[in-house]
């Protein structure tokens, strides 16, 4: 994975199939340059020993294969940074992950296009999860929440063309409103 | 400054044609993007934008794309399926966002199958471990 945005992209996923009704994500740089990512769902959640399965990446829910290493790869990429990840669950309730980049650490990926994941992630899931999404830095905070789109739009679905395109500019503007050119 | 009364404009622009569509979905094609780890790994959000993209600036309005996790087949990621009513489904490999463009343009929208991006054909050859 090359980009932090990549690592979110695989671990909104994971809430995805954890059948969520509402993903929060956020994303905040704060003045020092660490970068804090929260992934708040209300998914089925997981048990402990599911939950430690999920940090290791020999413990998967899928079938095809034994490994699973969505969860691994981002802990190991955050804690090459000087950063963390922890993950939180409680089932029937859902998780909470949160991964903690130092962006000055020469290990530190780029963020990557954070518009790009964000877009794809509401447009492949037009109906269900809705998305609250939060970024802020130093330079101000961008929101974005596909419940009150949804409301605007009734009943034009979120991935008509017209809309997409307006999502993926939308998204971008806020992305670089926060981040563009510091990540 | 993008903003909500956009999006309202939009949507009044927009809704004749969707509840058109609503009442009839028989021509709704689905692209099927798989976006698990070892998809993700491969490069698989560039191809699924680059669908995405593709199908909005030609307004196909009857075309759904949407993501799946990992199918097993991890070395031939990124992946596609595009299920068409009335076809076989056709699976597509190794792809990268030019080869999505051109599947939108050659595929879905003039209904040539593009056979050296398709699976069947890169058995064998391209997929070897």
């Known amino acids: 994975m090359r980009e932090i945005s990549l690592h979110l992209l695989d671990l909104v996923q994971n809430s995805v199939t954890a059948g969520a009704r509402l993903i929060e994500v956020s994303l905040v740089r704060e003045t020092g340059g660490l970068l804090k990512m929260v992934i708040l769902d209300d998914g089925r959640g997981m048990d402990k020993a599911t939950l430690e399965a999920a940090l290791s990446p020999f413990g998967t829910s899928r079938t095809t294969r034994k490994l699973g290493f969505g969860i691994p790869l981002t802990r190991e990429q955050a804690l090459r940074t000087g950063g963390s990840l922890t993950l939180e669950s409680t089932p029937g309730k859902g998780t909470r992950l949160e991964a903690v980049f130092d962006t000055t650490h020469i290990d530190c990926p780029p963020l990557g296009s954070l518009a790009d994941t964000l877009a794809g992630l509401v447009l492949a899931n037009p109906d269900t999860p809705d998305f609250s999404l939060c970024l802020a830095s130093d330079r101000g905070q961008e929101e974005l929440d596909t419940r009150l789109l949804k409301q605007t739009l009734d009943p034009v679905p979120v991935n008509t063309p017209e809309v997409a395109l307006w999502l993926r500019g939308k998204l971008e503007e806020m992305t670089e409103n926060c981040f563009g050119g510091i990540a | ?129």
Do not use: W
């Not at chain 2, 909500?4 to 009442?23: C, G, M």
């Not at chain 2, 600036?57 to 031939?76: A, D, E, P, Y």
């Open chain 2, 1 to 129: 400054m993008k903003s909500l009364s956009e999006l309202e404009k939009i949507r009044q622009q927009t809704l004749e044609r969707i509840n058109l569509r609503r009442e009839d979905r028989s021509d709704e094609v689905r692209i099927v993007v798989g976006m698990a780890t070892c998809g993700i790994a491969a490069g698989a959000r560039p191809v699924m934008m680059a669908f995405m993209t593709e199908c909005a600036l030609r307004k196909l309005s009857h075309v759904t794309v949407s993501q799946t996790g990992c199918i097993g087949m991890c070395r031939f990621e990124p992946m596609a399926d595009v299920f068409i009513p009335g076809q076989e489904k056709v699976t597509y490999v190794n792809l990268d966002e030019d080869k999505a463009r051109r599947i939108v343009t050659d595929h879905i929208v003039n209904g040539n199958p593009v056979t050296e991006y398709i699976i069947t054909s890169q058995l064998g050859s391209a997929g070897k471990e």
